[in-house]
């Protein structure tokens, strides 16, 4: 079972920058496709961002153009690049990993781990 440990959230106010990390235990990282998703109060968890094993990435429209997700594979972690952050961006961001597919118009991930803890971004003035 891998284990998932996200960090470096934060309060930061409407237009400023965070980078998250998020990294994975287990000796089979590479091979799997990471997402990031996020879950405001009240709200449905939503993917944002994945990357594939092979280094594809794709956005949700909401943060298209202001995130940017890469990865280690030699350091099992993935990481989240948060520009112009938006009030409406404030959430707990968890990774994971599983399998890309698209359905429905949109890019979807099952979800293969126990989730993490998540980090909190807050946005906010």
């Known amino acids: 079972q891998v284990q998932l440990v996200e960090s470096g959230g934060g309060l930061v106010q409407p237009g400023g920058s965070l980078g998250l990390s998020c990294a994975a235990s287990?000796?089979?990282?590479?091979?799997?496709?990471m997402g990031w998703y996020r879950q405001a109060p009240g709200k449905q968890r939503e993917l944002v961002a994945t990357?594939?094993?092979?280094?594809?990435?794709n956005y949700a429209n909401s943060v298209m153009g202001r995130f940017t997700i890469s990865r280690d594979n030699a350091k099992k972690t993935v990481y989240l690049q948060m520009n112009s952050l938006k009030p409406e961006d404030t959430a707990v961001y968890y990774c994971?990993?599983?399998?890309?597919?698209?359905?429905?118009?949109?890019?979807?991930?099952?979800?293969?781990?126990?989730w993490g803890q998540g980090t909190q971004v807050t946005v906010s003035s």
């Open positions: 990357i594939t094993s092979g280094g594809s990435t």
């Open positions: 994971n990993g599983g399998s890309l597919y698209y359905s429905g118009g949109n890019y979807r991930m099952n979800p293969l781990w126990s």
């Open positions: 287990g000796s089979i990282f590479s091979i799997y496709d």
